[in-house]
């Protein structure tokens, strides 16, 4: 006999504004306790250091995750020169300093050359898997891996504040992969100055900001006050919040009905739409499945369970 899943069954997005100090697993764990849900999952890490947005799906949504995981992300850091930690942040022990401060027109003048497609190499301490162990748990072993750079995009890159001549104030919006950690560390030894990471707060997620986020704090008492976890539900978004980029394909009762079956659907009629390549489908505007368009069909790839 199976083993039961504990919780409910709740569907849907939680835009959370994670504090500091925290993990996002633990962030993920404590709002699975105060939803009593199922199923729970983050679409993105934020570092213990880092506030800001990080999307919790729930249910269903979980579904949707790496989907999420590949819109870009936008950050405001701040980097204090003259010193290098091991963890290109403040959490880090102090390995090299300099006396050398840059100036804002040599900042702008180093900003153009991480923008774009260029190559990063992570930081030690990263989850990043080598040969089946974190790397940071090799690094505070005392054998920190020569990680390999890998491609990431930087969209925007740009100098916000300058609070004095030891910190400067960056914004940036970034691809899936992104270092923040990373890109102070290696605008510090370009301007040779060196640098490291004091204050990292995430913006944004695709469609996920500031403007639809909630605390952990605001959801604790809202807990405390509610005689049932369902109560809480109302602080969450749908499903296909997190599949604004994704084309929508309306589909009637019956099609849903088919592509509940995991059957395909032809997109018929002078209002189908004109697309090809991933899409989600939609009932009365409610996400009901993942898949491809192809020649005017309808291919179900995932299919969610129940009205979301």
């Known amino acids: 006999m199976g083993r ?77 020169w003259g010193m290098a930690t091991d963890t290109d942040d403040a959490e880090g022990e102090t390995v090299t300093t300099s006396d050398a401060r840059p100036g804002d027109a040599e900042i702008a003048t180093a900003l153009p050359a991480f923008t774009g497609a260029i190559m990063q ?50 914004e940036c919006v970034c691809g899936s992969g992104t270092y923040v950690r990373a890109l102070a560390r290696d605008l510090g030894r370009t301007l040779g100055c060196l640098g490291h990471v004091v204050e990292l ?27 049932d976890p369902c109560e809480l539900d109302a602080t969450l978004l749908p499903l296909g919040f997190g599949l604004v980029d994704l084309p929508e394909i309306p589909v009637t009762r019956n099609d849903a009905a088919r592509l509940g079956r995991g059957q395909a659907v032809l997109l018929r009629g002078r209002d189908a739409p004109v697309t090809t390549g991933p899409a989600h489908a939609t009932l009365a505007g ?3 499945a993942l898949g491809e368009v192809d020649a005017g069909t309808f291919h179900p790839r995932r299919v969610f369970a129940g009205k979301q």
């Open 201 to 227: 707060r995430r913006l944004a997620v695709g469609p996920f900001t500031e403007d639809n986020a909630i605390t952990l704090d605001e959801l604790t008492r809202r807990r405390a006050e509610a005689d």
């Open 4 to 80: 039961r899943r504990k919780g409910r069954a709740v569907t849907g997005w939680l835009c959370l504004d994670k504090p500091e100090r925290m993990t996002s697993t633990d962030a993920v764990g404590k709002v699975r306790w105060l939803f009593g849900a199922a199923r729970v999952g983050h679409a993105g890490t934020l570092d213990p250091l880092a506030t800001g947005i990080l999307p919790i799906a729930l249910g269903e949504a979980t579904k949707t995750v790496a989907l999420v995981q590949a819109t870009p992300k936008t950050y405001r850091f701040t980097v204090r």
């Open 121 to 170: 190499r992570p930081p030690a301490f990263s989850a990043i898997k080598v040969e089946g162990e974190r790397a940071y748990d090799l690094a505070r072993e005392g054998a920190p891996p020569d990680l390999p750079e890998r491609p990431v995009t930087i969209d925007v890159l740009e100098l916000a504040d300058r609070p004095d001549t030891d910190h400067a104030v960056f």
């Open 286 to 288: 409610e996400t009901i």
